[in-house]
């Protein structure tokens, strides 16, 4: 399986711009690129996905590189609540659906 | 609704003991995971099924046993379980098993084996 990189922990200012970074020199052509998070003392939650355009949501936005070995989650305006970990996850399309997480990257949100 | 239950949110049992964690969707899906999620690491898959059948083991030992009676709910099944085992179990359901679509996961069980 095509392996993510992230870093092990980041902070951010209140309402200010997250740049959560994401690389995977391994990616396959075939391999979506999904965000899920965790807060604390919850399940893991869908942030986003895509294959090799950027996309945007209510939640966050996702810039993939044009030769796709890395991208950026994108939170607009950084509140508490989005204190969490967030983890990068490669998907192959042919590999059924399940989730391999990495280590990812643990966002705290100073006030 | 997107929830997906999980009971017992926490757990307590010794290593002699049955029990049983329970996850329910009323979402429709059709695929449903176990997954393992020991302190400060990530999420790790155990079972996954598919239309009630069991489709992944992720080679975990036999003192956890899933089950899947009908296509809401999914059980774990714990015996004489380890100290090692406590951990948060989380379940997940999906629609089905491609790989576009989204998982969603319960809150979890926290379970202490002592």
């Known amino acids: 399986d095509a392996k993510t990189t992230q870093p092990n922990s980041m902070e951010s200012n209140e309402e200010e711009p997250v740049h959560l970074p994401c690389n995977h020199s391994t990616i396959s052509g075939t391999d979506y690129i999904h965000w899920y998070r965790q807060l604390p003392s919850q399940g893991p939650e869908y942030v986003i996905h895509?294959?090799?355009s950027n996309v945007n949501n209510r939640m966050a936005s996702l810039a993939i590189a044009e030769d796709r070995k890395s991208s950026t989650l994108i939170l607009h305006r950084a509140t508490l609540r989005d204190a969490a970990v967030y983890y990068c996850i490669l998907r192959a399309n042919n590999a059924g659906n399940m989730l391999t997480f990495g280590g990812g990257t643990r966002l705290m949100v100073k006030p | 609704d997107t929830e997906v239950t999980q009971t017992p949110k926490h757990l307590v049992m010794g290593m002699t003991n049955k029990k049983s964690l329970k996850c329910e969707q009323h979402?429709?899906?059709?695929?449903m995971y176990w997954y393992k999620q020991k302190a400060k690491k990530p999420p790790e898959l155990m079972f996954v099924?598919?239309?009630?059948?069991?489709?992944i083991n992720e080679s975990v030992p036999s003192r956890f046993s899933p089950e899947c009676p009908n296509s809401s709910l999914l059980n774990l099944h714990l015996h004489a379980l380890q100290p090692e085992d406590s951990a948060l179990y989380l379940c997940a359901s999906s629609q089905g098993l491609v790989a576009g679509y989204t998982q969603y996961f319960g809150p979890g069980t926290r379970l202490t084996v002592l």
């Open positions: 895509g294959l090799t």
């Open positions: 099924y598919s239309y009630e059948k069991l489709s």
């Open positions: 979402m429709g899906h059709r695929a």
